[in-house]
Structure formats: structure tokens, C-alpha cells
């Protein structure tokens, strides 16, 4: 069990709670005891691609961090949360709904290089602590901005949710009394709105780089757009090069452990290098590799490659100058 497991990632567990759940199906199924790790953590609020890399693939999980991603997000407007999602409780409000016209004019302001402030409720640390370990006790939480990449901004066919007030009638406040529960996520996607209209909410796909914290994203749309905003629903896509098309449910994971059934959702190590070329050893290349030591003179391309002898995976490897050493060493035979 060398490999990759997608998950659909639903509301609720955070990222940990899945690498469990893989875990218990694997001890469950008879597999006996492997490494497991996640490609990159999704908030509870969020759902979607969570690849759990399980035995020799852990050693590539930390590739997956440093991987492009694609979202699918709502932003609510009229209110900012302290969270900047539906989690957390209201801290400002705006009357001012945007229209569809004036969303479209601003998105392009937010393709490209861009500088963002991460949210106060992040994973960052700041002297060792938890930002959003920090921001729970009620310190001021102060981060530095940082360059990411939007390579695409696209507002979704078929989804926002508008009111028939016009921009001189002023908006809709909707903050909750004090103490209540959050709203429930975004409704279905209904048609967008004529392009008179207001906009409660709107929501877009994002494809982005490393980094990108796509609650920033949202609040500075929303303000862009001289209102407020906050996320109410997010859901990854794609992580890399795992997309949802492989992805299980929770529920599928438990049945398919329960009847050592593993196997049949198990994706190979290599998959997780789809983008790298692939290169071919001979058993003498390969013994030499899984020392440690070089090859000189093998013939590749400068760059990182997969090597693999007869199919098995020996080693992640970067070429350059006529030289090719290992990056990452795999222990199979």
C-alpha cells in the first residue's frame, strides 16, 4: 500500500480527522501499519481534494503543499467576520450590494501577481504561536503581506443570488441576532441576475498558487467593490494533479476498508508526478540511485524526473549539468 487515496472531503472534519479515518480503514482492512499524511489541509468549512498519501507516497505529500489548487467559492457580501467565513461571528457591516457589472470589472484586478495579508485565523506562526491560536484569545494579530499567484478568476455559469433593490434603495443588512447560529451554506446556483441588479452573493473559481488564502481573497474583492464580504462556501477542486474525478466519500473509504477493498481506490505513487517526466533505469542506474550516489552522464533533461526501474519507483531525481542525484529515495523493490 504505496500510494494515493482522494477524498471528497466533506463539512465538519478538519484535515487530521481524514488522515485518521484513512488510517483506521487501513488497520480495518488488515493492512497492517503505514505512514499516512495529507496533501495540504482544508479548513472544516471547506470540502473537496484532500490527498492522503499513504506508505513511500508520504514522502512526496510535502510536493503537494507547494502545488497550484483550484477552488470554487461564494462570497456573501454586506458583512465581514472575524474568520472571514461563515464560522465566524460579524464584526462590520455595508449596506452596499454590487452589481454584476461592477464584480466583472473588478476581477481582473485580482488575476496575476498579487499581495495579500492572511487571515488573523490562519496556521501561520508568529513567535512560535499559532495565528489563530493567537486571535481565539483576542490578541491583535498582525501578518505581512505576501505575493501569490491567481493564474485564473472566472465567475461560475449559473450562480449568484440577487435582490430586485436598486443601488439608490441601498441594501440589505443580514447579520444574525446575538448568539445565534451561522446561516446555512449558499443555497443551489440559481441563474445570475440581470445585470441591474444587486448581488447578495456571487461565486467564483480561482486557480491559484501556493499561499493563497482565498478568505483574503474574498475580502479583498468585496472590498474592492466598496462593500464587505465573507466566504460561505469553499470547495477544492483540484490540488495538483488530483482533481475530484477519483475522489471517495468518507462512507465509501469505511466500506472499502471494511472489505479489503483498498486496493481498487488506491492511486499509484507516481501519480502524485504526473507532471514530471518520467525516466527509465537499468538495474546497475538504479542500484546506484537507491545508494545515494550519482549518475553522470544519464541521459535526461536538466530537471526534477521520476526514475523507475521495470515500473517500480526508485527515486524522485533532479538532473543538471549532465549530473542526476536523488531528491527523494523510494525503499521498494
Do not use: C
Not at 277 to 290: V, Y
Amino acid at each position: 500500500m504505496h500510494g494515493w487515496i482522494i477524498i471528497d472531503k466533506p463539512l465538519g472534519p478538519g484535515s487530521t480527522q481524514i488522515v485518521s479515518a484513512v488510517k483506521r480503514a487501513l488497520r480495518e482492512g488488515g493492512y497492517g501499519k503505514h505512514k499516512v499524511g495529507h496533501g495540504g489541509t482544508l479548513d472544516p468549512l471547506a470540502t473537496g481534494v484532500l490527498p492522503v498519501a499513504i506508505g513511500e507516497a508520504t514522502k512526496l505529500a510535502g510536493r503537494m503543499l507547494d502545488a497550484s489548487k483550484r477552488y470554487d467559492f461564494t462570497i456573501r457580501f454586506g458583512a465581514q467576520t472575524d474568520t472571514l467565513d461563515l464560522e465566524g461571528k460579524v464584526i462590520a457591516e455595508s449596506a452596499v450590494r454590487p452589481m454584476l457589472a461592477a464584480i466583472k470589472a473588478v476581477l481582473p484586478r485580482f488575476t496575476g501577481p498579487i499581495e495579500q495579508v492572511p487571515p488573523a485565523y490562519s496556521a501561520l506562526k508568529i513567535d512560535g504561536e499559532r495565528a489563530y491560536d493567537l486571535a481565539r484569545k483576542g490578541e491583535e494579530v498582525v501578518l505581512a503581506t505576501r505575493k501569490v499567484t491567481i493564474y485564473d478568476l472566472q465567475i461560475l455559469p449559473g450562480t449568484g443570488r440577487g435582490t430586485m433593490r436598486s443601488m439608490v434603495e441601498g441594501g440589505i443588512h443580514e447579520r444574525s441576532p446575538a448568539g445565534s447560529p451561522p446561516p446555512p451554506p449558499a443555497a443551489p446556483a440559481v441563474p445570475l441576475p440581470a445585470s441591474g441588479e444587486e448581488l447578495e452573493e456571487i461565486t467564483l473559481s480561482a486557480f491559484v498558487s501556493k499561499g493563497t488564502y482565498i478568505r483574503s481573497l474574498a475580502r479583498d474583492i468585496a472590498l474592492a467593490l466598496g462593500t464587505l464580504g465573507h466566504v460561505t462556501m469553499l470547495r477544492r477542486t483540484k490540488a495538483g494533479p488530483f482533481t475530484l474525478e477519483p475522489a471517495i466519500s468518507l462512507d465509501k473509504l469505511a466500506e472499502l476498508g471494511k472489505g479489503h477493498a483498498l486496493e481498487e481506490t488506491l492511486l499509484p505513487l507516481g501519480a502524485g508526478l504526473d507532471d514530471i517526466p518520467a525516466l527509465s533505469l537499468d538495474p546497475d542506474q538504479a542500484g546506484r540511485l537507491r545508494k545515494g550516489l550519482r549518475l553522470i552522464g544519464f541521459a535526461a533533461d536538466d530537471g526534477l524526473g521520476f526514475a523507475t526501474l521495470d515500473d517500480v519507483p526508485v527515486a524522485l531525481v533532479e538532473t543538471l549539468d549532465g549530473e542526476t542525484r536523488v531528491v527523494r529515495g523510494f525503499n521498494l523493490e
